[in-house]
């Protein structure tokens, strides 16, 4: 920014350099102003926890907002740690007990409370109201008090009521024992509960923000949480700008300015960095990653997220049917290849749909159907399979290297005498249509958001799960299970059960397979000592951020 | 002529409906909005939710209907990502466009007119030859490729302007001087011909011949005549004004209504969609109806036949 203005000025003379200094910013102050070049700030247009499901506003919102549980983000286990609560226990299967970290002030200046944490996961911010629900039908943004309500309220999408519903399948309430402790209640023994505490979409709000608030989106404009960074503006689609919380319980944030803006195009985001405009930008497309570190000033940092890519399955269509098919594909994915030769070798091929930070959870002995030609060749013809067209949907990168990814597989699926078509879709709409063409083979990744397979195999492949939902695979035995994965509290019969539904949706009655982790990449200022997470949120405080040698 | 401005302005009614309605079915039946804007990971339960909220699982006929009938009683809709009126979405992006669009505009005309002029001019001559090459490039270079070579050098090599982003005046530089230089080439070559065409004429011969300066020749009688094919081009290049840098305005991170129509036609959020449609419909409108009344001021032959016409 500096060079830049220096170079102005000389180019345009003294009223030129009057205007540029006018925006000066950063180094001149104690703490620097920094700028952060996304490929988008958040999709919903709204900075709701509860309404934005991408993996992009995971990236903001944890500046923004916390977490009763939190983890320790830049540990490749990411571990669970003491975020807005100091400790808590089991008080039975279905109850877990917090105790709420003193002093705690909320951007607006004031002290969290159990109140707020009641409020946060309460029927009115989960807009589950039946004021709320009627208000919604009728298109009002407020509802009118009634008994239950002390105040006129507000009225959120009706979106933020079915994803709170599906955050918190079982939750019964959350109950205040003392200004400085709360307990999360369940209806059915729950062994998720911690995991759902620390999930994204389970920050802290500020009731009083929340109430004074003029509406959902005046309030979803402008949240109000405990984080290390307040917004100060928002405009959707072009840049949010944060500034230091001050009385931030963590220590006081090194960063003065924080401005995540939208760059949609990678070369312009690349060209920013180099240009100094930039002093971090996300998405870096591994093809990109020698142009970045070909400065010296700068580095790309990053690799394997909690979200995994996947090939998921229709097994109602044509060949498809025939689980020798889906099986014979499973096995003619060069998952190493691709990892290799698309990634540069910088992420990995995971232990099927789990990560290792589901802990006890986690079946370290299990792995992906191997890469066997010869066996995809003998199971394809066991399966008697007579040509008919297999269509794989493919959106045009909406995955980072989604089509390279699909045309090597549908040339390893050729050569196990496959007939493969690829057919490229504009959006998801027309991935999931089943109405104007056989839908048989797609893509798509799984995250897991809370450390448990409740979060990625029951949420997203269960009964309630996209796949079954849009009626492209089922399986009684592992619906059976589903809810065995869910309600057990016993640890190995859960572990046994997850092993269960692994070997039915990745081996036997194939759903899906697993490609491979997916990857985030950040290019950085080579000067600030600052670590990426595997969570995708990106952490600016103070154990996290630190300029080492003076800015030019 | 209020009869034929009338008539006009009908046509581009009946034009800009069409538009509307075409927009509507095509982006209705070719993306689901609440997978778009919620993302593929959110709960089927979040889809139903905002389908319903929205109107979407009703047939289309009846969103249709729903639509026009909301549009003729004033409301053109809100944004279906964060509920915001789509009027004020669009309206807060315009300035922004029109911040890089009206200069650009300036040096298309400022830089391609006489340029093309002078080309012409001096035919075959070596400036002729550079200001054709020069056009042919600018014809042909996309404005991404001539967008992002700029930044390059202006931003990455030479650290003189910024790459991206619109904190500052600075910062709209390279996307008018992109757009600009791309105009510019368009007009120079259509000025060029159109001068050509003018000078090998009969009353050009005969103005030289009866003693006018070659000057005055130019002015009073090749330039007025070659005017009627540029002003058509700049015609629609103010009519593009809203919405004509999509493309430079996501090279160039600048906020504009270009981008806005990108993100908005991604997320298949049809009424900003359609607020953008209307105001490019609006802007076409207005341009050809004052480039229509120009033809006639530059070209008084016109201005009778219309007179005689009735119109």
Redesign the interface.
Known sequence: MT??R???AM?VGAT?LA??TF?APAFSQDRPDITV?VQQIV????LDVL?E???VGARVFYSIFETLIDYDRQKKDLPQKPGLATSWKRIDDKTVELTLRPGVKFHNGDVMTADDVVFTFSKERFGQLPEQEAA?ADGK?LFTATASTATEGKVP???V???A??AWPNLDRVEKVDDMTVRFISTVADPTLEGRISRYGAEILSRRAYQEADSW?DF??KPVGTGPYKVVDF?????LVLEAHEDYWGGKPPVKNLRF?????V??RV??L????YDFITDVPPDQIATVESNADFEVVGGPITNHRLMVFDKNTGPMKNAKIRQAMTHAIDRDTIVEVLWGGRTQVPAGLQWEYYSDMYLADWKVPEYDMDLARKLVEESGYNGEPITMRVLNNYYTNQVSTAQINAESFRQIGLNIQIEMK?????I?DNTSGPRMVRD????APFPDPVASIV??HCQ???QQ??GEWTNEEFNALCIKLETSTDLQQRRAAFRRMLEIAEREDPAFTVLHQSAIFYGKRKDIDWMWSGLQSMDFRPENFVISTPAN | MLRYALLRIARALVTVSLIVSIAFVILRLSGDPAIIILGPEAPPEAFKAFRHAWGLDQPIWVQYLKYFNAIFHGDLGNSMRDGRSALQVVGERIPLTLAITIPALFLKVLIGLPAGVYAALHRNTAIDRLIMTLSVFGFTVPSFVLGLVLAMIFAVKLGWLPSGGSDTWLHAVLPIFTMGMIGAAVIARFTRSAMLEVLGQPYIRTASAKGLVWRDVVVAHALPNAAIPTLTIVGFMVGSLVAGAVVVESVFSWPGVGRLLVTAVANRDLAVVQVILLFVGFTMVLANLIVDLLYGWVDPRLRTKRLQAGT
């Open positions: 060079l830049i220096k170079h102005a180019l030129f205007a540029a925006t070049a999709n919903a247009g709204a309404r499901q991408s993996n919604r943004t999408p009706a979106e009521a079915a994803v519903n599906r989106l979803a404009r405009k959707p689609d072009n840049v803006v939208v760059v949609p195009e070369a312009s060209n920013g180099l240009s100094g405009e504009e959006n998801w709409q027309q999931f798509w990744s799984n995250s949420n997203q309630n799960g996209q939902q849009v």
